[in-house]
């Protein structure tokens, strides 16, 4: 059986495609965004019982979402190259950074799909990929005191605070400390 193809609206920017989706595909992000839009989840709360299943059924679901390889477009048939151009970003990285930090293009195509929705301003969105990367590289990662600078700057730099806690809430479910 062949799924249908769902176009998305919202990809209709910056002379983007719209987003094709699969029947499953947008079933899966159906899930995900209850799961993302219910804090009382077991996703949002590390000492819940159930924590550990619900963070590997959400890295699942993503997995489900967008399928590798990350060579294939993702966000909205647009590749990550595109969506940082798009976006108006340029990650601090060189190759070897990115297999230092075991950096993700396809995580990262996800938040620069949220940035671009959002219409976060290029000049937040590259403050905190900098002072990501620098984070992750010279600090050893995002722990408690990183993140009250990141709410602080983050501010300074454009976000809004529902941004921030966003970006906040990801950091931690990707690095295992929520």
Known sequence: MVDEVIAIPDAQEAGTQPEALTEQQRHTQAQIDKIMGDPKHPYWDRNHPQYNEAVTAVAALH????????????????????????????????????????????????????????????????????????????HGGVDAA???????????WGFSARQIATLLRWHRAWSGRE
């Open 63 to 138: 997995e489900a979402r967008h399928p590798e390889p990350e060579s294939e477009p993702r966000s909205g048939g647009v590749d990550v190259t595109d969506l940082r151009r798009i976006v108006g970003v340029e990650p601090p990285l060189t190759p070897h950074l990115e297999a230092e930090l075991e950096w993700s293009r396809g995580a990262e195509a996800d938040v620069l799909d949220w940035a671009r929705r959002e219409n976060v301003p290029a000049s937040a969105m590259q403050a905190g990929m900098t002072w990501y990367v620098d984070r992750q590289l010279m």
């Open 146 to 156: 990183a993140e009250a600078e990141l709410k602080e700057a983050g501010q300074r």
